[in-house]
């Protein structure tokens, strides 16, 4: 069994908009921090933005004004609402539950598939 399943990407053109959703089975998610990731082809994984367990977001400065990360503890879910989408946007997209130590350092365990986002006209 997957523990992430991320979904909600697709092709959006510049400065268009998009919402992933991440929803986890793992059992400790609503005690943990939870974040996203992304990775393009060629690059390593990075992370694009963190929410502690009660509700604190952070952000990398790239996505920071865009980008906005929140959380539904009982739905075991992390969200991701992205608009002015840029074409360097353009990744595969992750979910991770954790420290934020662990999330910061990538420390983790396991990965699930990610969801495409492409940001082109």
């Known amino acids: 069994q997957e523990q992430f399943v991320e979904s909600g990407g697709g092709l959006v053109q510049p400065g268009g908009s998009l919402r992933l959703s991440c929803t986890t089975s793992r059992t400790d998610a609503s005690s943990n921090a939870m974040a996203w990731y992304r990775q393009a082809p060629g690059k390593e994984r990075e992370l694009v933005a963190a929410?502690?367990?009660?509700?604190?977001?952070n952000y990398a400065d790239s996505v920071r004004g865009r980008f906005t990360i929140s959380r539904d503890n009982v739905k075991n879910s992390v969200y991701l609402q992205m608009t002015y989408l840029r074409p360097e946007d353009t990744a595969v997209y992750y979910c991770?539950?954790?420290?934020?130590?662990?999330?910061?350092?990538?420390?983790?365990?396991?990965w699930g598939q990610g969801t495409q986002v492409t940001v082109s006209s």
């Open positions: 929410i502690t367990n009660s509700g604190s977001p």
């Open positions: 991770n539950v954790g420290s934020l130590v662990a999330l910061v350092t990538m420390r983790l365990d396991s």
